[in-house]
């Protein structure tokens, strides 16, 4: 085997090895982690947000959420903290806070913008 012929059979198998290695480290990347608003929403909101139970605009529905984002958040976490309408202050589970409650709004309007 000539020399020129080993050094572009190094590079072939260099270059197979990077490909194999960058793919191997693609494949393994894990979906990020959910939001601390994604977490309250799964746990409390979801309950009614993600049916419209009781008239409670469904999360990713901009139509719906529309007149609410209008109001601005500091209104939408009032509601949410003291009860608006049909749906319980704290949307029921009092052992949210109000960081908690703010993260959970903020993310279900984020998902009416998308």
Known sequence: MNHTHSRSH???LSATVISAVALM???SEQPPEPSAGELVYKGTCKVCHAQ???GA?????????????EQGIPTLVEHASNGYGLMPAKGGNTDLTTEQITAAV?????????
């Not at 903020?106 to 998308?114: G, N, T």
């Open 57 to 69: 605009p469904i999360v990713g529905n901009s139509k719906m959420w529309g007149p609410r984002i």
């Open 10 to 12: 190094q590079f072939a």
């Open 25 to 27: 480290a693609a494949c």
């Open 106 to 114: 903020e993310y279900m309007v984020s998902q009416a913008k998308k």
């Open 52 to 54: 419209g139970i009781n």
